[in-house]
């Protein structure tokens, strides 16, 4: 994590507002042209980035808030089997979205920071936040005081749904968001499961819900992804963060204000070609993928920004 962090402070100093990326040769191909208006792409093994698109542009996350949601959830160490229930403060007042979670329903804290993770259940994010030590001011308190631990300056939070669009980010901040959920097992596991069955008690009897990732890259299976989390709202557009492999390399990717609905899912795509096309990321690749890539070498620490002479990143030491 101390790698990435000083990455995204070398991110910083570049000042990046344009497509970057690193070359393998002068024959490699041109980056990707992306329909997100914010784009970070980390390696995270050679601790450098790969393609930069204003990645210091303040903009609203949406959902991506609900990664801090549960990173401060598990940091607080609240048992995840404890129940927890859907009450009227609840209900979004803000978009007027629509949950099949009704009023009165109680679930463990562990499935609702699951549905809130893997299908963004605002209700559940928001039934997190509310039975904090404290309730929802004292969570989002600690959202705040967690992003600037993790060294997020241009990060604000103040609910833990992120209907509100005032919950805002940079893409160089989400990275280091990235890396902290990464850290948790219970997180990258929940928003890397394809769907979860849920029992819910009605008023006559029971049912069971089921619930997919709002994620398509996670449900398609043709992805290698360690942790996921899309958002949406008109102010943010679509927005994706996920930790991967691609070519067997760790990326982090992050894909702010996209403005189609499929457009965030195709420049992760295009990243992904991108990469194992024109990069040379593709040591020891599974038998089934080799086909698709091609072969080559290691990825010139080099980050090129549109206009300028490339610029070679000095190395950084871990911290």
Known sequence: MRRILALVGMVASLGLSQPAAAARSEAAGAPPRLESNAVLVIDQ???EAIYAKNPRAIMPIASITKLMTAVVV????LPLDEPIAVSYEDLDFIKGTHSRLGIGTILARGEMLKLALMASENRAASALGRNYPGGTSAFVAAMNRKAQELGMRDTRFVD???LNPDNVSTAQDLVRLVEAGYQHPVIRDFTTSSSHLVAVDGSSRS???SFNNSNGLVRAGQWDIGLSKTGYIA?????LVMQARIATKPVIIVLLDSWGKLSRLADANRIKNWIESDMGFTDNLPPARSAMV???GRVSKVIRVRG???RRLRSTRRM
Not at 74 to 77: N, P, Q, V, Y
């Open 294 to 296: 091609r072969s080559g």
């Open 160 to 162: 833990s749904t992120g």
């Open 207 to 209: 049912r069971v819900l």
């Open 235 to 239: 102010e943010a557009g679509r927005c």
């Open 45 to 47: 093994e050679q601790g």
């Open 308 to 310: 300028t002479e490339p």
């Open 74 to 77: 598990l940091d607080a160490k």
